[in-house]
């Protein structure tokens, strides 16, 4: 049998692999476009490539994949976070976890992960061909031809596409070709952009519990929430763009973004601590005694905008004042008018329909003997290593052919 498997990123290695582990007698062959291999890998979670989450309950994992949800469900029962760890450290990577769950390799060095692959891949017998950019498959009676740029063309018996999203819909046509729906490319996991507000002045400020959502959408998220030069970031933010990733896209990312710093207070919560505080702080100045858990930077700033000076004491904060102070503590109206890419870790919403493909076996259901594995498919994670754990678990299961 042989096999061709098209990509040589995450998705494609783990599918080579795969596919000469579970069919030892294969040809198993790897045709990446560019000279490169495992590019993204490289440059991922900063240079550290986050490998995958410490996240290992299925129910809990899927929550992670604004597109994919239900299909990974399925997918995460062959192959999960901790058969990754297993992976990878049964192969001489030792994985660290971070507070936050993301797992890194103990080097902190992608190319941990880049000479684990190469190296399991060539153990194995994988055959791996680059400048080999496939331009279209036919089917050709049980099996299928590849046509590759420059006009040569090779017969297999099986494909396994694992070539990456693509920005443009015209980079899924030769799939569209062979009778796959394809939903629509749009970016996912990016920054807000807030050109011309001053509270761009306060870059760098961090609030670790605030709720941001977008006016006219349904969007909400909690979290921490980075106050960077063009705009607003942080966990939150990235979670936003993920969610909302298609709707956002259909406002041409104008819209209108609103913060509530408090987190998980609301109006009046706020409006009774602020009268407590009045009682007890009664001769204090406001800017010195701070009743929320936000930073001091940002206290300062919103009571500037609330028109309270500096000096001002709680027995003299006027009525008008305070509401002012209470609307923009928990809803204060940021205008969003574009985006910026989150360059640690930038992936595609849209791709093969989930529909079109067998999530226990990444089977094409439009086109037998013709697989999927990676961000190919519509499927895409908020960050933290889901992204790469998406691509271990769908290169596993398509490598099996079967
Ligand atoms: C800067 C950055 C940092 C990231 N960091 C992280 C991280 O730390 N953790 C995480 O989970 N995710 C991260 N991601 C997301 C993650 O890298 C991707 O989700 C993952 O690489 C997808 O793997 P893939 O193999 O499906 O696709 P890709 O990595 O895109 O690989 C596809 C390969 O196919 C090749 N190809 C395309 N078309 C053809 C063709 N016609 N013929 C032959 N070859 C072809 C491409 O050249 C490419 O090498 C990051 C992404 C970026 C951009």
């Known amino acids: 049998m042989e096999v061709a498997v098209l990509g040589g990123g ?66 995460f029962e062959h192959f999960h976070t901790n ?83 693509s920005p443009k819909p015209e980079g899924f046509v030769w799939l569209k070709n062979l009778g796959h729906r394809i939903e629509p490319p749009v970016p996912s996991l990016f920054t807000f952009n807030i050109p011309n507000n001053d509270i761009t002045s306060l870059m760098g400020v961090a609030v670790e519990n605030a709720s941001v959502w977008i006016e006219k959408t349904k969007l909400k998220q909690q979290g921490p929430v980075l106050i960077t030069h063009w705009g607003l970031s942080g966990p939150a933010v990235l979670k936003l763009s993920a969610v909302g990733a298609r709707v956002l896209s259909e406002q041409h990312y104008n819209f209108k973004a609103h913060v509530n ?13 602020i009268a407590d505080e009045l009682q007890t702080s009664n001769l204090k100045k406001i800017s010195n005694t701070k009743p929320f858990d936000i930073p001091a930077r940002l206290w300062l700033y919103l009571l500037d905008k609330s028109g309270i000076g500096e000096e001002t004491r709680w027995s003299e904060l006027k009525k008008e004042n305070r509401n002012r102070l209470i609307n923009y503590l928990t809803n204060h109206e940021l205008e969003v008018k574009g985006k910026t890419t989150f360059k640690e870790e930038f992936v595609t919403c849209g791709g093969v329909s989930l529909a079109d493909v067998n999530p226990q076996t990444m089977q094409s259901l439009v086109c037998p003997g013709l697989y999927f594995a990676g961000e190919v498919m519509d499927i895409d994670g908020i960050t933290g290593g889901f992204n790469f754990q998406a691509a271990w678990t769908t290169g596993f299961i398509a490598g099996r052919v079967g």
């Not at 599918?15 to 030892?24: E, F, G, L, N, R």
């Not at 710093?261 to 601590?273: D, M, Q, S, T």
Request: proline share 2%.
């Open 83 to 165: 058969d990754t760890v297993k992976w990878f450290e049964s192969r001489g990577v030792k994985l660290k976890t971070e507070v936050d769950g993301r797992m890194f390799p103990v080097t902190d060095n992608s190319q941990s992960i880049i000479d684990c692959l190469v190296a399991e891949a060539e153990k194995l017998g994988v055959w791996v061909k680059t400048g080999a950019s496939v331009t279209a498959i036919e089917k050709a009676g049980a099996g299928f031809v590849l046509k590759f740029m420059g006009d040569n063309e090779k017969k297999v018996n099986k494909v396994i596409i694992a070539t990456g999203g």
């Open 10 to 75: 995450a998705a494609g290695f783990f599918t080579a692999i795969s596919c000469k582990q579970h069919h030892p007698d294969a040809r198993v062959v790897l045709y990446e476009k560019t000279e490169k291999l495992l590019a993204k890998v490289k440059v991922s979670g900063g240079g550290r490539c986050n490998v995958t989450h410490s996240c290992f309950t299925v129910s809990q994992l899927v929550k992670n994949y604004p597109r994919g949800e239900k299909f990974l469900r399925k997918s």
């Open 261 to 273: 710093w408090l987190g998980e207070l609301n109006e009046e919560e706020a409006r009774i601590k």
